[in-house]
């Protein structure tokens, strides 16, 4: 068990020990951490030691820095979300339960899915520069502690008036997009903050990474866009294009930040990203498996 020791859900840490004793496991491997970057070492020893399934207890951040150690291994990965977002848990119906996530990661099913890398790190849901970076940078600065999900929607209104940068999008080797963009995103899995489908054809079994740029500048424009998303296919906004590609390299003609998985990274000025084809095994309850 990796836990992020400053999370929690229903009765916490110690109902997450209850619920595991009343399963059957005595006597976990337990490693608390105060910061999602402390995960990935505590992972390794953890498998360096014989673990065969890692439960991670935590958020988005949590989830990927653990997903980022696990990819290429046979270690199967179990999830109990408690996070704010959890956008990787909710897209294969993990529920934030503990005793119920806890039976999907010991009796679920085990199936192996894809996964995004860029900038040397994986990433199970989305990678983003841009305007959904900046946006997620703020709500970390202590709002989204304060407000919850609600942190995402007062930093997208900040950030809708942030000015577009010169972009160059190439996909397997060729040139697809150039101009002034506000947003590129690249998706393994379609959905969203809110439930929204930024990607509608994503599937993280398809050996590629679904990709988006958004030239949506203002607060009309990011309106018209967010609402095409909520309620109908995202490539059929005019500020939108969507493709997909095995392999993806970026340009920017100034810095902009960079965000996998919901945690801010560093300003980037080029990117290359590819899909890592069945990089991981993840528990997931039984019914959600084909």
Known sequence: MIAHAGKSIGGGLDELRRELTRAGVEAPDWREVPKSRKAPKQV???????????????????????????????????IVPAGTANLFATSLDIPQDIGEA????????????????????????????????AMIDDADRGMKSRAGKLAYFGTAIRHVKDEPVEVTVELDGAQWFSGP????????????????EAFDDASPFDGRLE????????????????????????????????????????????????????????????????AVPAAITIAVPVAAAP
């Open 44 to 78: 390794r020893k953890a498998v360096e030691q014989g673990a065969d399934l890692v439960f991670v207890w935590g958020g988005d951040g949590m989830v990927q820095r653990c997903v980022d150690t696990l990819a290429g291994s046979d270690v199967a990965l179990a």
């Open 102 to 133: 806890v039976r999907i990661g010991l009796e679920g099913t085990r199936r192996r899915f894809d996964l995004g890398k860029v900038g040397g790190e994986h990433f199970a849901v989305m990678a983003g520069a841009g305007f959904d970076a």
């Open 181 to 196: 963009a506000t947003c590129v995103l690249l998706g393994n899995i379609g959905t969203i903050a809110g439930g929204i």
């Open 211 to 274: 990709v988006g740029v958004s030239t949506a500048h203002g607060a009309l424009q990011w309106a018209r866009t967010l609402g095409r998303m909520a309620f109908g296919r995202t490539d059929g906004s005019p500020f939108v294009r969507v493709a997909s590609a095995r392999k993806v390299k970026v340009r920017f003609a100034e810095p902009v930040l960079l965000e996998l998985d919901g945690g801010s990274r560093t300003e980037v000025r080029k990117l290359k990203a590819r």
